[in-house]
């Protein structure tokens, strides 16, 4: 695989690409922000370490001025965006049948959307633990330490998974080939489908929601919910395991002092991922026959959030 693509090169975007190409690979960013990519074309990428900043020059392009084809496509744009942006590049022959579509992206049911424009055994699906952020266009803060986990989407293992694995280890990623994806997927998006839109619904940051006395009263049936639902789908989660998880997350040594990526997004004016979490398990539940009330819940509220912050503003 000699010729990578980030599709979507906000700030995680950011992290995976910049750090593969320290490693030696040749990579492209792609993005829509035009600021942003105008930035990175005439002073480099900005990265902002614990202990340095410096730039690196690196390719960057929009999806309407891709012009070549490429061996390997991360994908990581907002989850609302992917499908419109993939399939644009597939258009374009940016992505062939020769290429592997990496979906990083968060939420559930990416596999079955990007198999709407690529074979299944092209797909791959990974959960990253890393962390990134956006310092403004062209500049991106990469701090602490993270992992990888991938797999093919079918679960089949081939050559372009370990070889896949041992590119983003290259460039000290920490990542790992394995073997059940969706239970990783499913894990993450348990804690994403909590935390996510009660924070933004309070207005608080993890550690303020935490304090909250009605707080396990509402973690508990959501995470319920979510465990039954995601049976359904032959996915097996750990109720008490997960609810550990996210109270981990609590403290304010932890993640407890952070306002969750859909507050972020909400109070910045932009929409939210929910019909990709809390939405998505609502639709899972609807075709498993199972009420998900908490969930239709959350999903009816954040979009109601949607409509006063953005569009009677807009």
């Given at each position: 695989m000699r010729?990578?693509?980030?599709?979507g090169?906000?700030?995680?975007g950011c992290r995976?690409g910049?750090?593969?190409?320290?490693?030696?690979?040749s990579?492209t960013?792609?993005d829509?922000?035009e600021?942003?990519?105008?930035a990175i074309r005439?002073?480099?990428?900005?990265?902002?370490t614990e202990?340095?900043?410096?730039?690196i020059?690196?390719p960057?392009?929009t999806?309407n001025?891709v012009n070549?084809?490429?061996?390997?496509?991360i994908v990581?744009?907002k989850?609302?965006?992917?499908?419109?942006?993939?399939?644009k590049?597939?258009?374009?022959g940016?992505?062939t049948?020769?290429?592997?579509?990496?979906s990083?992206?968060?939420g559930?049911?990416?596999?079955?959307?990007?198999?709407?424009i690529?074979p299944?055994e092209q797909?791959?699906?990974a959960v990253?633990m890393?962390?990134a952020?956006?310092r403004?266009?062209?500049?991106v803060?990469?701090?602490g330490?993270?992992s990888?986990?991938?797999?093919r989407?079918d679960?089949?293992?081939d050559?372009?998974t370990?070889?896949?694995a041992?590119?983003l280890?290259?460039?000290?990623?920490?990542?790992?080939?394995?073997d059940?994806?969706?239970?990783s997927i499913?894990?993450?998006a348990t804690l994403?489908?909590?935390?996510n839109?009660?924070?933004?619904?309070?207005?608080?940051?993890?550690?303020?929601?935490?304090q909250?006395p009605?707080a396990?009263?509402l973690v508990h049936p959501?995470?319920a919910?979510i465990v039954?639902?995601?049976?359904?789908r032959?996915?097996?989660l750990?109720?008490?395991?997960?609810?550990?998880?996210?109270?981990?997350a609590?403290?304010?040594?932890?993640q407890g002092?952070h306002?969750?990526s859909?507050h972020?997004d909400?109070?910045n004016?932009?929409?939210?991922?929910i019909?990709?979490?809390?939405?998505?398990i609502?639709k899972?539940?609807?075709?498993a026959?199972?009420?998900?009330?908490?969930?239709?819940?959350?999903?009816?509220?954040?979009h109601?959030?949607?409509?006063?912050?953005i569009?009677e503003?807009?």
């Open positions: 010729k990578i693509s980030i599709i090169s906000g700030a995680m995976i910049s750090q593969l190409s320290q490693a030696g690979y990579v960013l792609i829509t922000w600021d942003h990519v105008q005439e002073k480099g990428l900005e990265v902002q202990t340095d900043t410096y730039s020059d690196i960057v392009t999806p001025e070549e084809s490429f061996d390997l496509a990581l744009t989850s609302m965006q992917s499908e419109e942006v993939v399939r590049l597939y258009d374009k940016a992505i049948h020769h290429t592997a579509v990496l990083m992206m968060n559930l049911g990416h596999d079955e959307r990007l198999s709407k690529v299944h797909i791959f699906l990253t890393w962390t952020g956006l403004g266009p062209g500049k803060l990469l701090e330490i993270g990888i986990e991938l797999q989407a679960g089949q293992t050559e372009r370990e070889r896949i041992q590119m280890n290259d460039a000290q990623l920490n990542a790992k080939v394995s059940d994806i969706f239970r499913w894990s993450k994403n489908s909590v935390l839109p009660l924070c933004t619904i309070f207005d608080k940051t993890i550690y303020e929601f935490s909250n009605i396990s009263k959501l995470v919910e039954q639902v995601a049976t359904s032959g996915v097996h750990d109720q008490q395991e997960l609810i550990q998880k996210i109270e981990n609590y403290p304010k040594e932890a002092l306002y969750p859909m972020q909400l109070y004016g932009r929409y939210t991922e019909d990709y979490l809390n939405g998505q609502s899972y539940g609807d075709e026959d199972i009420d998900t009330p908490y969930n239709d819940t959350l999903t009816f509220l954040i109601q959030y949607e409509f006063v912050h569009e503003q807009s």
